[in-house]
């Protein structure tokens, strides 16, 4: 039988039986007066005339066409999941207290729906072009609706109205959600002709003024240490063409912070994607807030004089590559990376005079991640532990290579290798067994199998679940900041394809993008119509099975 106490938290208030009790004359003739009371002062309140201002409360309207800045912001493959883990690993790596949160998590906003026109579960170019165009598609299209038809994006929108524009992220340039908003092509993986779109290659001419990330691989021919299916060095063309050129950290630092930039600049600064953040020298490649604060700092003094600001894309493009890869030690780090960079832009609508907006969200979550995993058929225990990523010092996909090519020349000595050099030092996995070591060798020449069990290892000590290598349907979150009285109430306003607090379809995004700039998609639509999107149309790409034969494990 339950207790008043217990009644009372199930019911909301007292327990039945406490109400039940006979109550007093005088106790009687006190709630009556209370009632009566109550009755009087609700009547006022309704029937009373309101003024006008409470009526119509002033809320300052957006100048579409005034000055501002607008920093797209896309955490690629991260779910609510993937902060939660990264929260409590910072917070036991830095010996944090337990209300300590990530910076973004200061400026959640809402919610948003993924799918795709042709699936439930989007994936990353379908993803990016409801952010660009405003409008559904299916999976893996780039800059082309459900029809494969060239769609107008936000970032050409904004070029024709005189804005300066930039895409900075941690992938190939090419990849799908940097592509989404500066190239127009059927599939994904016609990345030869997207670093064309991207360099002006098409009906629109050049619409990128600052691009920074990895994907040298799609601009350079094989005979050059390329991945290009023709001959010709896009970089090469670009630099003839008054593009400035950054190849490396060396070239990067003379950027000197965004201070020493000339625009238009291609600063491709991997040959494919830049390593994750736990495996990143930062003698050798920048950071994604490095990248950020270059970025945001050339494109301000290049808008110094304009009537008009920026555009910028950022994305941490590899928190999805760690979820594909069920790589938790990764993914955890690749979260704080994209943290960092957030803080930078944050940092700069608050120093910044001109109005300024950052929208940040996901295009999907990858990997299905939990924190929690059952271990045991017993009833589990309710417990995951960060220790065990942070005694992890590198990624799968590091760590697989390195034994990879570790194998030839270790010979008879393998075996103490994987169990000194790769789960003890790099791991930090002192409780293997035996026949993990024999898996590990037996798996040493398939890389991604490789990568995958490696991941496996951590993840089951760490009790981190996932259910997929690939993405999932769960609603990813909202995030926002601006230096804008009217802009922060366009953000709050509850009006479909208007504000962004609640939960939003993903098209939403770009619809309020369009919105507060006062651009026009359906004008550049109209504009690119002739723009060659097909495979079909000429033998510059791979074709879809050459591209998942060459791909590499990050892919």
Request: charged residues 25%; contains cysteine.
């Amino acid at each position: 039988m339950t207790n008043r106490g217990e009644r009372s938290a199930l019911l909301g208030g007292d327990s039945l039986i406490y109400n039940n009790k006979p109550k007093s004359n005088f106790k009687k003739n006190i709630s009556y007066i209370l009632n009566v009371v109550t009755i009087i002062t609700i009547a006022i309140l309704l029937f009373r005339h309101p003024s006008k201002s409470e009526n119509k409360p002033k809320v300052p309207s957006v100048d579409p066409h005034g000055k501002k800045n607008i920093i797209m912001m896309v955490t690629d493959g991260m779910g609510p999941a993937s902060l939660s883990a990264a929260r409590s690993f910072r917070q036991l790596r830095d010996k944090l207290p337990i209300d300590d949160v990530l910076v973004i998590d200061k400026y959640l906003i809402g919610s948003s729906r993924t799918r795709s026109s042709s699936s439930l579960i989007t994936d990353s170019a379908a993803g990016a072009t409801a952010f660009s165009c405003g409008l559904k598609s299916y999976n893996g299209a780039i800059g082309v609706d459900s029809e494969k038809t060239p769609c107008g994006t936000i970032l050409e929108a904004l070029k024709l109205q005189g804005y300066m524009t930039g895409l900075v992220v941690t992938t190939r340039i090419t990849d799908a959600t940097p592509a989404a908003f500066s190239s127009h092509v059927d599939y994904r993986f016609q990345e030869d002709l997207i670093a064309q779109h991207q360099l002006g290659e098409y009906p629109f001419g050049r619409a990128v003024d600052l691009i920074l990330g990895g994907g040298r691989c799609h601009f350079v021919p094989t005979a050059n240490g390329g991945c290009r299916a023709d001959k010709r060095d896009l970089i090469k063309e670009a630099v003839n063409n008054g593009w400035s050129y950054a190849g490396d950290r060396k070239q990067f630092d003379q950027l000197n912070g965004g201070k020493n930039v000339s625009l238009p600049l291609l600063g491709l600064l991997a040959n494919h994607d830049i390593p994750y953040d736990i495996d990143r020298s930062s003698k050798e490649f920048p950071s994604l807030a490095e990248q950020v604060k270059v970025a945001l700092t050339a494109l301000q003094e290049a808008t110094r004089d304009s009537d008009q600001g920026f555009f910028l894309l950022v994305e941490g493009s590899r928190i999805d590559h760690a979820g594909h890869h069920n790589d938790p030690a990764a993914q955890v780090r690749e979260v704080l990376a994209y943290d960092d960079a957030f803080k930078e832009v944050i940092d700069f609508i608050d120093s910044t005079d001109v109005e300024t907006v950052a929208i940040s969200t996901s295009d999907h979550e990858t990997g299905g991640l939990v924190t929690a995993r059952q271990v045991t058929e017993s009833y589990p225990d309710y417990l995951w532990y960060p220790q065990v990523l942070l005694n992890s010092s590198h990624s799968g996909e590091h760590l697989a290579r390195k034994i990879y090519s570790q194998k030839v020349k270790s010979g008879t000595k393998f075996t103490e290798y994987i169990k000194q050099e790769i789960l003890e030092k790099d791991m930090g996995i002192t409780d293997y067994t035996e026949d993990e070591v024999k898996q590990i060798s037996l798996k040493s020449s398939q890389p991604e199998a490789l990568l995958y069990f490696l991941n496996n290892m951590i993840s089951f000590r760490a009790q981190i679940g996932w259910t997929t290598h690939g993405h999932s349907a769960v609603d990813v979150n909202i995030y926002a900041h601006t230096n804008s009285f009217p802009l922060l109430n366009k953000l709050k306003s509850r009006k479909a394809y208007d504000g962004l607090t609640g939960n939003h379809e993903n098209i939403e995004i770009g619809a309020f993008m369009e919105t507060v700039t006062g651009s026009n998609l359906n004008q550049i639509t109209e504009m690119i119509k002739k723009t060659i999107h097909s495979p079909h149309h000429g033998k510059s790409d791979l074709s879809r099975d050459e591209f998942h034969a060459n791909a590499i494990p990050s892919l």
